[in-house]
């Protein structure tokens, strides 16, 4: 056991906040957002702005993908085999991009590394209007998953380093809580285009617009530039400082572990409320556009609404209860409403009281990834730390992805028997959180 100090998560071990000249002095009494300066709000907004494109372009392959395979394969007894692959490209994409533009915001700073991944998924969401090809279209997802898994670690780790300790979890909560109002535009957008997917892509050009904001607003956060004059040698963005360091390769690893069992039921259990309500529905007769319509508002304005203040709860809760029993709260409940959701509900109107308590449960610990991870880790690897973790985790997910679309699949297996039975992936969430350090009222660590 180590003693105060060495250990990383003594508040004795390094100065408060890192002496980040943004800070000023934090009240010592009063709500979390007292004492929060305007340029601090900026970096928040501009964080979450690229957060709500990222999730954008993610959430708008779910829901326009039956209408895009179909008119490219022209086949749909493919659709759903090519569905599960695409998903399970785009994890892959993003945990290559995360981990590369992680190490490289550490480097060269989060404003540059922020540019070039904003840039990278805008400009290839928008060349997806023109594919006509389904390999094209994968290796177009590709492209936007690199930047996307880079854009995260970098705008996660900025919000940390700019904002005081007593609001870094609601901040930080707030920026991944942001997600939904991705999910609700996704769902906006393929509800108003219809069959017509091409144009939902199309609008994923947007945020492009957000490079000329970044480059005129955002300065690099005092701690990133004090890391870089006190880290010796090369450590900055360090793949062997963060994984062969015995201070921060297990951390590295059991963080992995915990946003792979997130990520694993998100895209296997929280993403099917849409395909548990369309199978009600046709079950209770309904034809197969009004279904479509139906489990679409469903899962991408009703369940998405439970599950926004699922992640805007995360923060308040881990700021008063802490990190650690607040991620045990998610996982134990969000396994629990599982079979809730698969088999009480015998209606369309049942299913929406339903959903918003499954959304709340199953994606209410998505933002514990971005208050936690970057309190993991010193300033010189914060990001490439935070980004192993959360797009490490993407590819641990990719077997869970790939058996839930073995096991959906198979003659004779009801989707509801296949949701519930992969809601038990929670459970490895609780053991592994149970070995994690508790880094409530802790500072940022800046030292080596």
């Known amino acids: 056991m180590q003693d105060e100090s060495t250990n990383p998560y003594s508040n004795s071990s390094r100065p408060s906040d890192g002496g980040n000249k943004s800070l000023g002095t934090e009240p010592a009494k009063g709500p979390w957002y007292e004492g929060v300066t305007g340029y601090q709000w900026l970096i928040l ?31 749909e007894a493919s659709v759903k085999a090519w569905g599960d692959n695409f998903l399970a490209i785009f994890l892959v994409g993003g945990t290559i991009g995360g981990l590369l533009f992680g190490s490289l915001a550490d480097r060269f700073g989060r404003r540059p590394i922020m540019i070039a991944t904003i840039l990278m998924y805008s400009l290839f969401s928008g060349l997806t209007y023109f594919a006509n090809d389904i390999y094209v279209i994968g290796i177009l997802r590709f492209l936007v998953a690199l930047g996307i898994g880079g854009e995260w670690a970098v705008a996660a780790s900025l919000v940390a380093e700019v904002f005081p300790k007593r609001a870094r979890a609601h901040a930080t909560g707030i920026f991944h809580a942001s997600s939904i109002l991705g999910t609700w535009l996704a769902a906006l957008s393929g509800i108003l285009v219809g069959t017509n997917w ?15 904001i970044v480059r005129a607003c955002v300065k690099e956060p005092e701690r990133w530039r004090q890391a870089q004059t006190s880290v010796s040698g090369n450590k900055a963005g360090s793949f062997s400082e963060l994984l062969l360091n015995p201070q921060w390769n297990t951390l590295a690893l059991r963080g992995m572990l915990l946003a792979a069992v997130g990520l694993g039921t998100f895209w296997s259990v929280t993403v099917a409320g849409q395909d548990l309500v369309r199978e009600l529905l046709l079950t209770n007769g309904a034809d197969e556009q009004v279904a479509g ?24 809760l881990a700021a008063r209860f802490g990190r ?20 009480v509900p015998q209606t369309y109107t049942q299913m929406l009281i339903v959903l918003p308590v ?43 992805l790939l058996f839930s679309g073995w096991l959906k ?12 039975g992969l809601s038990l992936i929670f459970l490895i969430g609780i053991v592994v959180m149970l070995t994690l350090p508790e880094t409530k009222n802790r500072d940022l660590i800046d030292t080596e």
């Open 45 to 75: 907004v501009i964080a979450c702005a690229g957060w709500v494109f990222d999730v954008y372009e993610g959430q708008i392959f779910n829901i326009t993908r039956n209408d895009m395979l179909k008119e490219v394969l022209g086949d």
């Open 198 to 212: 091409r144009y939902a892509y199309l609008l994923g050009v947007l945020p492009a617009v957000l490079i000329v």
């Open 293 to 316: 319509g139906k489990s679409k508002f469903a899962y991408g304005i009703i369940q998405a609404a439970g599950g926004g203040l699922g992640l805007l709860s995360f923060g308040p």
């Open 324 to 343: 650690k029993p607040t991620f045990i709260f998610f996982h134990v409940f969000g396994m629990l409403i599982v079979p809730v959701v698969c088999f």
């Open 358 to 400: 499954f959304g709340f449960l199953t994606l209410g610990m998505h933002s514990g990834y971005a208050i936690y991870f970057p309190e993991l880790f010193p300033t010189h690897i914060r990001a490439t730390g935070a980004s192993f973790c959360f797009n490490g985790g993407r590819l641990l997910a990719v077997p869970v």
């Open 409 to 420: 699949a198979r003659d004779g297996m009801p989707l509801d028997y296949a949701v519930t």
